[in-house]
């Protein structure tokens, strides 16, 4: 068929109009709220949330709030039963091939062990190290390690044995964790605005990356395949992407204050950020050297931790209703809102 020069740029810009239309929808990552899920009051009356964790193979998602963990159903969203009798909980590390799960309780200090099927306590390990936080199992070595904040340093514990094989001094305040290949666990350092690389099975250092221009580094994803480390920061408040072999920051994009959580999904190639302020910073990776802003999804005040369901690709959050902060005092200079008790909700986005 023969065109004139008038009907093909006509054609043209209709082909260069209907690529830019898919730019745009391509753009729109199609996160939205699809349901919320009211929950009860944490027991005594301190509303305090933290980690989420997922069992996808059981349909289980595993809620720290306050001084006991909610585990609820995800495929119809009952709560299957809590476990109490904590003081303040963090995180929960599952192990189904012992059929144990453990949480730890950063004001008493130790790590509770629970039978998964029941949700009985079965038994605990004292870490002995004040705001024992953040938990994580680890296959190369086979233990469980925890990060204990203000204590600055990391306990690794025998999951089968139930007993603390080391503490291990990091020299910060250690963050959020995630493992790498052959016996690496990277973490970040918000104390001195580094990831620390970790050898799990020699329990030592390798090496300490600075996040700049990121600092107070809290949330940290991994890409395996390709050798990528996400790290978010509070102050400065920046996502960096980083080479996870030699430390080397590639980009970095400006994010909402109190990050608490990334997230990366392989299969899809998205980036999730969430944070205190009620935002989830969705990002794509292009490429191994370039990551793109998709969108940004405001959530609720508070909704900062999140899990990714890898079946639906959905997205967890968690958050309350909040009183107005406190008077600011020395040791408290810039108080945040306060939870109010009796509201508490899962908040699940998808596309």
């Known amino acids: 068929m023969n065109l004139s020069k008038f009907g093909r740029l006509v054609l043209g810009l209709f082909i260069l109009a209907l690529g830019a239309c898919s730019l745009t929808v391509s753009a729109q990552s199609g996160y939205h709220l699809i349901k919320k899920v009211p929950l009860a009051a944490a027991p005594g009356g301190r509303e305090y949330s933290d980690y989420i964790t997922l069992d996808a ?17 995800s495929s119809n969203w009952s ?10 909980c963090h995180g929960v590390a599952l192990m189904p091939e012992l ?3 453990f949480i730890t309780d950063g004001e008493a200090a130790k790590v509770v062990i629970f039978d998964i099927k029941s949700l009985k306590v079965t038994g605990e390990v004292k870490t002995d190290q004040p705001d024992t936080d953040t938990i994580m199992y680890d296959q190369a070595s086979k233990h469980i390690f925890t990060f204990n904040g203000d204590s600055k340093n990391m306990t690794v514990i025998d999951p089968v044995k139930e007993v603390v094989v080391k503490t291990v001094s990091l020299g910060g305040k250690v963050e959020f964790p995630v493992p790498g290949d052959f016996g690496a666990i990277y973490d970040n350092n918000a104390g001195t605005n580094e990831v620390t690389l970790i050898d799990s099975r020699a329990l030592t250092v390798k090496a300490r990356w600075p996040v700049a221009p990121a600092g107070q580094p809290v949330a940290l994803a991994i890409d395996k395949k390709n050798r990528r480390l996400f790290s978010s920061g509070r102050d400065p408040q920046f996502l960096v992407m980083m080479d996870a072999d030699n430390g080397k920051v590639i980009q970095s994009f400006p994010i909402s204050a109190g990050v608490d ?8 190639g998205m980036l999730f950020v969430s944070t205190r302020e009620g935002m989830i910073h969705i990002f794509h990776e292009d490429s191994p050297d370039k990551l793109s802003q998709v969108e940004t999804v405001k959530t609720e005040y508070g909704a900062k931790t999140m899990a990714l369901d890898p079946d639906t690709h959905n997205l967890y959050l968690v958050t309350s209703d909040f009183d107005p902060p406190a008077a600011p005092t020395e040791k408290q200079p810039h108080p945040l809102p306060r939870a109010k008790p009796g509201n508490f909700r899962l908040l699940i986005y998808g596309r």
Request: charged share 15%; hydrophobic share 40%; no cysteine.
């Open 79 to 88: 709560v299957v039963g809590t476990i109490n009798g904590l003081q303040l």
């Open 99 to 101: 059929g144990k799960g």
């Open 261 to 268: 959580t990334n997230i990366f999904d392989p299969e899809t």
């Open 57 to 73: 193979a059981a349909h289980r998602v595993y809620l720290s709030h306050g001084a006991e963990v909610q585990v609820l159903d």
